[in-house]
């Protein structure tokens, strides 16, 4: 193991004006800290050098907690005695308008499972509009966002159940509003496609089942057991002290523009994305799920339609990663560029962000060579 080869190659990916970036290795096997680094600036309006310990907007890696927390709920039989095998009909959750309307086939009959592991058949709303998949899609909710006039400063509800079908109303009325279920891509379970919108509904659903919000439940629930002090849900559940420009946060970066600092609400982002945290308390939670101590399990890896390398196995909450020189690894990756990889053929836990979208999916591999290398 090089950790002086992989500083050297944090120093080649990070510069001194590049987004904020941090670093983490813990072994495995004894959770010893093998090397911490930082790099970067803080935000845009702040901008002092990043720190190991600052907070940063982990996106989608926040699913593997709301999976956590469901498979929890599970367990407890708060979902009732089909578990996991419960359907959106079973929980009670919608007035059948809007599941009729959440899948061209009828949402009742989806279950917690398919929405998990994004095999429900439905698009996201976050990047998918009803004709086009990913980019963002011009009519998907970041396309409006990212389009003149709109106005990204603007603070979102997950879901307003008094307007469901109003599309401005929250993440999940633009879902309904713009009628992505009539464009729904495959039968419930028949075949994967990531989406965010699934990860909203189990949110819903924790909420209903548990009568706490969703903010409340992440830190009662997980964080404060696990020890993940820095960590909460953004916008719903913030520490004392947190100013309204979120000065805490670093920012993260979108086609260029630092988001915090530029006045940008993540409030989009909830039960799929919306969580702050840092990389210490993210080693934590990996390492949580890889001794057992915790519902969620890397284990079960089913390999659906549609699941393209280098995923090769998704499981609640939890992708499985083959990359081309034969690595393997588990976790889950955001879209800011955060990172929660276990790696047992290496016996190493990395955590890190890179605070930047526009980097791609891929920019750790140069890091993990380096770092094996001989």
Known sequence: MNATAFARAVGDLCRENSPGAVFRLERLSDGDLIHEQAAGRFRADDPRP??????????????????ALV???????????????ATLGD??????????????????????????????GIRDAMVDDAARLGGP????????????????????????????????????????????????LSAPGAAFHYSDTGYVILG????????????????????????????YLAYRDDPPGLDGKRSLE??????GIPCLSAGVSLSFDWAGGGVVSTTADLARLARAIAVGNLALRADGWRQPPGLQPPRHGVAPGLFRWVWPDGLSGWGHAGAWGAKMLV?????????????????GDDWHSPLLSALLSA
């Open 50 to 67: 990043m720190r190991p310990g600052d907070r940063f907007h982990i996106a989608s890696i926040a699913k593997t907690m709301t999976a």
């Open 71 to 85: 498979l929890d709920q599970a367990g407890k039989g708060g979902f009732g005695p089909r578990g996991l095998g």
């Open 91 to 120: 929980l009670d959750l919608f007035p059948v308008s809007v599941l009729d309307a959440l899948h061209r086939d009828g949402g009742a009959a989806i279950t917690l499972d398919q929405l998990l592991t994004h095999t429900a």
């Open 137 to 184: 899609a011009p009519g998907s909710l970041i396309g409006r966002l990212m389009a003149p006039g709109g106005d990204p400063a603007r603070s979102w509800l997950p879901f307003d159940p008094e307007q469901p079908f109003q599309a401005d109303a929250g993440v999940l009325n633009w879902y309904l509003g713009t009628r992505l279920g009539a464009a729904a």
């Open 204 to 231: 819903l659903a924790l909420e209903r089942v548990t009568g706490r919000p969703l903010g409340r439940l992440l830190r009662e629930d997980l964080f404060a057991p696990l020890g993940m002090g820095s960590s």
């Open 250 to 255: 670093s920012d993260p970066h979108a086609g």
């Open 343 to 359: 790696l047992p053929e290496a016996d190493l836990i990395l955590t890190a962000s890179i605070n930047d979208s526009g980097r």
